[in-house]
């Protein structure tokens, strides 16, 4: 958008001047939306969202080609009109896609050791969790939407979409909920917990303390976000803990609901639930900061949220498993949480584990 100031507010404003009325969401739905407007795609970095509560922004993201917040709003039209191909430096791109070798942001041991910097803080007492999110980037030659396309294909991937720009595109294949708006209710689904897609992976899974108490206190986290835009008492947890698949992974789901307070408008809410706390850790302001300390790069594209807003409410994914195209290289993040039980090679294996399907589907193998 290019403007000053608090990302949420701009945001708001800008949907509300093309009419989608977003001041106020406890309603039933968004009836007002104008005649013309069918709804608007939101994307917000992850700095985006941490702006958004002035929390620590973390180190200069190594796609800075794309922007911190983006909005595209869609209207009725009888005309089809053809996509061109993509703006800027990326329109020049040709020939038989190629992908060269990956360079990674930190290696496996300085990793670690931020794994291990974190344990040591939460022994200190400053943080309860925190989540670490390594990236990866390499060349390409060729076309990168096919790529991006086999991507958003992968198995379990609920906001499964492109979304590009000039000299830039974002790939996702996110099964998260950051935040859902139905009716005057919202609702967010933290996902805490991997394991391989196997029978003993479940097993484990279901039966690990450390995972367990990871996936409560981001479902506390996120309870508590919920609370402060919502009617006092109506904050449940209709569903805790549930293992469901993406890709070759198990991962444990939970589901985080409340009724919104009268007058509550997108702003408020976005600001409430951003950035998402599966992918911050508790407190959420300290966690940013450690963030902010360890992390070599920044998160870029990862780690935000990425849907739509149309007449029958909000629908945004955190933007995990989400790749970036810029005009020369695709980057690839991916991460875990932090508890005081973490094992470092452990949760070095964690991050590398999610990010081999997207590294896989980008490299055309499945």
């Not at 992974?249 to 809410?269: H, I, K």
Request: glycine share 12%.
């Amino acid at each position: 958008m290019g403007d000053p100031g608090d990302p949420a507010t701009l945001i708001e404003n800008f949907l509300a001047r093309h009419g989608l009325p977003v001041a106020d969401l406890s309603g039933p739905s968004l009836a007002g939306l104008a005649h013309e407007v069918c709804g608007a795609a939101l994307f917000v970095s992850a700095a985006g969202g941490a702006a958004m509560i002035d929390g620590c922004p973390g180190a200069p993201s190594p796609a800075p080609a794309v922007p911190d917040v983006v909005v595209v709003v869609y209207e009725h039209t009888a005309t089809v009109r053809p996509q061109g191909p993509l703006g800027g430096v990326l329109a020049r791109t040709a020939g038989a896609w190629r992908l060269g070798p990956w360079r990674p942001s930190w290696t496996p041991s300085r990793h670690a050791e931020a794994v291990q910097s974190v344990r040591e803080a939460i022994a200190r007492g400053d943080v309860y969790q925190v989540n670490m999110v390594g990236h990866v980037a390499a060349a390409y030659h060729g076309d990168p939407l096919p790529a991006l396309r086999r991507v958003a294909r992968l198995p379990g991937a609920r906001y499964a979409g492109i979304l590009r720009g000039d000299g830039w595109a974002i790939g996702c294949a996110s099964p998260e909920t950051l935040l859902e708006v139905r009716g005057g209710h919202a609702a967010t689904r933290p996902i805490k917990g991997t394991a391989p897609a196997t029978a003993v992976g479940r097993e484990d899974l279901l039966a690990s303390p450390k995972e367990r108490a990871e996936h409560i206190m981001i479902v506390d986290l996120q309870r508590n976000d919920l609370s402060h835009v919502a009617v006092t008492g109506t904050v449940r947890v209709p569903e805790l803990f549930a293992v469901r698949r993406w890709a070759d992974l198990w991962q444990a789901e939970s589901e985080v609901t409340a009724r919104l307070r009268p007058g509550t408008g997108l702003a408020e809410l976005l600001r409430a639930i951003c950035p998402g706390g599966s992918v911050t850790g508790a407190p959420k302001y300290a966690a940013l900061r450690e963030i902010a300390a360890l992390e070599p790069v920044g998160r870029g594209a990862s780690m935000g949220a990425l849907g739509w807003i149309g007449p029958d409410g909000i629908d945004l994914g955190l933007t995990i498993r989400t790749v970036v195209a810029d005009g020369h290289d695709v980057h690839v993040w991916a991460g875990g949480g932090i508890t005081i039980d973490s094992d470092p090679a452990a949760e070095v294996a964690e991050a590398a584990a999610k990010a081999a399907p997207v590294r896989a589907a980008l490299h055309g193998l499945i």
